[in-house]
């Protein structure tokens, strides 16, 4: 090839890229033009729309100061009117005042002036009354003490005799209201709830198959005999009585130890001091248990819940505890029963009452601090183990060692009376129930004007005698309340004690 070719070439090349240059040159400049008169056409529109947003901003926050002002404007008015009413109302307040002060000093100078008139009045009137007085003594020959003393005392007698009599009235009138509702609930209570008890004995009676068991239980020399009782703690008496056994001891858990153990071991056959001491150790286990479960049973029995496990033992022990005669645990379910439904009839705790009722005796089976009274044991025993205040008062006041609280203490108190005053409940000892009739009698005796007393119906009346010419009839009713309170503070006796005073007069003429 040819160098002018070649350069024509190159020209022809440099010629063409210049040209084509160019014509890129001139389409930018146009499309940036064209661009840039877009730009500038938005943005006049951007600034017409900001505009319009700024003008209407405004136009509404003007709008939301004016009604800010109005209402503020408003609020002011208001209160402007309330203040020129209050203002008002001061005012006539004021005036009303002023008014009803100025009638005040006209009443206060009209109230000087009557009791500068009333002083007169009185001072003339006890001028007067002493000048009456004056001539009173000298007419009567008394002075105006000595006559106010023997008014005064003349009127002491009559205004105790009317006192007494009026006593006597509304005490009659309280009885005849009261215990009609009384009587209803008690009766209704003592038939919801019939026991039947068969009394405890200080002897137990184990029979046996034949008389040559006898001397087995006897032993050589009496050394199985002696070894039973050592280990039981009960006298055994092996006399002529034909295939009998008498089992003696106060404690009834003790004689029913005996009597297991002599059953077990008759039953078997092999009756020797070691195995006897086996047996009762057996037999004594074998007891608590029982009396645990009678514990449960019993609260199950009444759906009492939450008892502490050494109270539910207690409860258990008392099957094996009598009282006069009377098994305990009977009595203290009998008297469960009676509270649950006095209770019940009074709108009361059915609950609390019939634990309390349930508890109330637990002290006569506690361990240890038996110089205690039975009532006060039991109270510390129920607040040991977390029991309720009124329990624990009902417990402690079921005798009146304590003071009562709630009112399930008196009924504690009475369902107790109930189950253990009734005909036939106990079995009292007869030197202390003569010992008891002999204090009433005495206690009566020891007032003035006692001719003779009498006490009868098993000791539940006292009927006392007086002089006509020593004891009025009014003196008569304060006498019989007197004795009712002395014997009530002095003496512990089962129920209640009717006490009836007796005024006689006679009067004795003969004819010759």
Known sequence: MEPITIIAGAAGLLVGAFIAGFVLRKNIEKKAKRILKDAQEQGELTKKERLLQAKEKFLQLKAEHEKMVNEKNSSIASAENRLKQRESSYSQRMEEMQRKQKELTIIKENMTNQLEIISKKQADLEKTHKMHVEQLEVISGLSAKEAKEQLVESLRGEAKTEAMSYIKDTIEESKQTASLEAK???????????????????????????????????????????????ATGVEIIVDDTPEAIILSCFDPLKRETARMALHKLVADGRIHPARIEEVVAKVKKQLEVEIIEIGKQTTIDFGIHGLHHELVRLIGKMKYRSSYG????????????????????????????????????IGKVAEGETELPHAISGMKLAEKFKERPEICNAIGAHHDEVEMDTMISPIIQVCDAISGARPGARREVVESYIKRLKDLEAIALSYPGVVSTYAIQAGRELRVLVGSDKVSDAEATQ?????????QSEMTYPGQIKITVIRETRAVALAK
Do not use: P, W
């Open 479 to 487: 006498l019989a309340y007197d004795l009712s309170q002395k014997i």
């Open 326 to 361: 009377q098994n305990l645990l009977q009595h203290s379910r009998e008297v469960a029963n009676l509270c649950a439904t006095m209770a019940s009839e009074l709108g009361l705790n059915v609950k609390y009452a019939k634990r309390a009722g349930l508890l109330h005796d």
């Open 184 to 230: 209803k609930i008690v009766i209704e209570t003592i038939q919801r709830t019939a026991s039947e008890y068969a009394i405890e004995n200080a002897v137990t009676v184990f029979n046996i198959e034949n008389d040559e068991m006898k001397g087995r239980i006897i032993g050589r020399e009496g050394r199985n005999i002696r070894a039973l009782e050592a």
